[in-house]
């Protein structure tokens, strides 16, 4: 019954996921968001539908049951090419029905996948080569991809190619053998369609993306990206998940690690669109991690927020979130409210701008790796939500999260062009988020984060909201002198009024990054600009982010920098 309702996921699934070329052929992007988010609610859907067939069948049974059950699903699966999101599955079946049962390899596949892991012969790739002329390749390689819509100008887009690849790579320059391996799945995002692969010449290897945009009356290139530090900017964590047709999930990431060796495995599953098996893999990583490492989890850095505790390991580039049990009396939210938003989160286009999070229920970490300082901030926090052994802490419910550093922090020793460099993302953040119709709230530098490729993110997501929930207006002016100097405001305040002025106080100090902010960014602080992204929301218009930085596009397309 397991193997069959995954069957049926699997199927709506890629169903979903097929449908993203026609989406994109026709520039049809309200269909691409509300796409994203059917596919992210089929998981829950058809794991409720299942446990609910299932439970009167198991309430008689002991929890060790499983473990004969699970030798009999393995036995099902070991043949199927998609064998490791049908042990996720599986496992998420087990954890519905028995929520307060540890984690075993005994009924579950926690450390480890199948005994004999299958390999398939799986034909993801074509080759094109080798050519010494690569106008020639180019041009080969982008006959062999159909699209139902004209190109715009399809051999100045080859010349861009061309141009960009021999000014920036002086091996091309040469006579060399070259060779084009890529993905015959294109990988369709938001607004995009990426075709992925490697370009071998003179034994050097480079990771290949080429973006392809939809003007809606027509397709073009957008640009050619040829490092491992773009590629993995594309399939960041803070972006929305590709749909691509995988047959073969676990290949396909092999491949992926080939071109991007500084990601995780679980980092690319969950890019693909398979988050719940990423969950699983992050999880095998982080008990091996546990293995070979002996640093203890501490107090994360930053200044402690006021709705979530936080920890880390410094040698695990990872941090765990837990919902405290009394907020600081200035949120007024309930820790449903809050799980809301990391589910909005989850489901809403990231445009680069959010870090993507996974929810662990019931997870369990070693005492002995816990600093004491750690335990007592726990005990004291969230007390309801951890369970201490003499061996164990069990938390009830958390979220990880990749960590960055805290952007407040970063920012402490910058100057010069790092310091306007990161000011200026900072607000381009902000807009970015609201272009997408999400009002961050809380808008402090604490509650951002600067990655390892310098990209600021938003990362505290309790008080986030749609931005066109909000009603944002303008200060009225006061009747009477003295009204400016009261403590109360002198005009009425209604629920989900916000006043952009006061955002200039409100997010700095007077100095030099008040400064840079005010000239790059000021109209953020007028009501105005927040009204005119309201207006653009509400008519559909769908904003253009790119995950590389617009010096880098062929097309001159007026975006938010």
């Known amino acids: 019954m397991i193997l ?12 979903i996921t097929a449908g993203a070329q026609v989406r994109f052929e026709t520039a049809d992007w309200k269909g691409i968001q509300v796409a994203a988010i059917e596919r992210i609610e089929l998981y829950k859907r058809v ?31 070991k043949s199927r090419p998609d064998f490791g999101l049908a042990e996720t599955v599986f496992n998420t079946v087990y954890r519905k029905l028995f929520p307060d049962q540890l984690l075993s390899d005994e009924s579950l596949f926690v450390r480890e996948s199948l005994v004999d892991i299958p390999h398939f012969d799986a034909d993801l790739v074509q080759t094109f080569g080798p050519e010494s002329q690569l106008k020639v390749l180019v041009e080969e390689m982008l006959s062999a991809y159909e699209f139902d819509s004209p190109w715009l100008n399809l051999p100045m887009d080859i010349r861009s190619i061309v141009s960009a690849m021999l000014e920036s790579i002086p091996l091309l320059r040469q006579s060399v053998a070259i060779e084009f391996s890529m993905l015959k799945h294109v990988f369709y995002r938001n607004k995009g369609a990426y075709l992925i692969g490697r370009m071998k010449a003179d034994g050097h290897i480079f990771p290949i993306a080429i973006p392809i945009q939809n ?47 500084n990601k995780k495995a679980w980092e690319l599953y969950m890019s693909l669109g398979f988050y719940k098996h990423g969950k699983t893999v992050f999880y095998r990583s982080f008990l091996d991690h546990l293995d070979d490492s002996s640093d ?55 445009v680069g701008r959010m870090a993507d999070t996974q929810e662990f229920s019931n997870m369990t970490f070693p005492r002995q790796r816990f600093s004491e300082a750690l335990i007592a901030e726990l005990e004291r926090v969230v007390p309801s939500a951890i369970t201490l052994t003499d061996d164990l802490v069990i938390v009830r419910h958390l979220y990880t999260e ?70 944002f207006r303008k200060i009225p002016p006061s009747q009477n002198p003295e009204d400016s100097m009261s403590a109360e405001p002198w005009y009425d305040v209604r629920p989900n009024d ?44 769908l904003l253009d982010v790119f995950p590389y930085p617009a010096r880098r596009r062929f097309h001159n397309h007026t975006i938010f920098a």
């Open 4 to 15: 069959e309702g995954y069957s049926e996921y699997r199927h709506e699934f890629r169903q």
């Open 47 to 77: 794991i409720g539908q299942m446990v609910t067939k299932i439970t009167p069948l198991v309430a008689a049974m002991p929890p060790d049951s499983w473990s004969e059950i699970k030798r009999h699903y393995e036995s099902l699966i």
């Open 215 to 261: 003007r809606g009356d027509g397709l073009f290139i957008d640009t050619v990206l040829w490092n491992e530090r773009d590629l993995s900017r594309i399939f960041s964590f803070t972006r929305a998940y590709f749909m691509v047709d995988v047959i073969y999930p676990n290949e396909m990431v092999e491949f992926l690690l080939d071109l991007l060796p």
């Open 296 to 350: 203890q989890f501490v107090i994360a850095e930053g200044i402690k927020g006021m709705v979530m505790a936080v920890f880390a390991s410094p040698s695990y580039q990872v941090v765990f979130k837990i919902i405290k049990d009394k907020f600081s009396p200035t949120k007024r939210l309930t820790q449903g409210q809050v799980r809301d938003a990391y589910y909005l989160v989850k489901t809403h286009d990231r």
């Open 402 to 471: 990749r960590m960055m550093t805290p952007l407040n922090l970063y920012l402490r020793d910058k100057r010069g062009y790092e310091l306007r460099r990161v000011i200026d993302d900072y607000g381009s953040a902000i807009k970015q988020l609201a272009a997408a119709n999400i009002f961050p709230g809380d808008m402090l530098l604490k509650n951002f984060g600067v990655t390892r490729h310098g990209r600021v993110v938003f990362y505290d997501y309790d008080e986030i909201c749609y931005l066109t929930e909000i009603n």
């Open 498 to 541: 916000v006043f952009p002025e006061e955002f200039e106080n409100f997010l700095f100090n007077s100095g030099p990054m008040k400064d840079i902010f005010t000239e790059l960014h000021g109209d953020l602080f007028t009501a105005e600009f927040w009204q005119g992204l309201q207006t653009n929301i509400n008519e559909q218009q």
